[in-house]
């Protein structure tokens, strides 16, 4: 199994209801953080990979993944942005189900050092 968060390169924040218990907030960012790191292979990719999907975002000028022409992508940017979302969607769907509402699946991701 992998490492706790507390020894990752990065930490995760979900935007969960206030009515969610510290133990399910654990549980839940343990959850996806876990699941990242299985998708992307290891706990060091995490962090760049999310980075420089964030710069994709942005050279694209769109702000949404959902809105990005992948066959505008470089062969290397589309691998990773593909990567990407596989990744969080599965991390999105380990905590939230498959069928999530409006609002559901924000998160955060920061560099821990």
Known sequence: MNEPQHTQPFTVDLWLDAEVSDKQRLRATELFTITLIEHLGDASLVWPSYQAFLRILQTQ????AETIDVENLSDAERHLFES??????????????????MGEGLYEIKARW
């Open 61 to 64: 000028g769109s702000g949404s």
């Open 84 to 101: 990407w979302r596989l990744a969080e969607t599965a991390a999105l769907e380990c905590v939230f189900g498959p069928h999530r509402h």
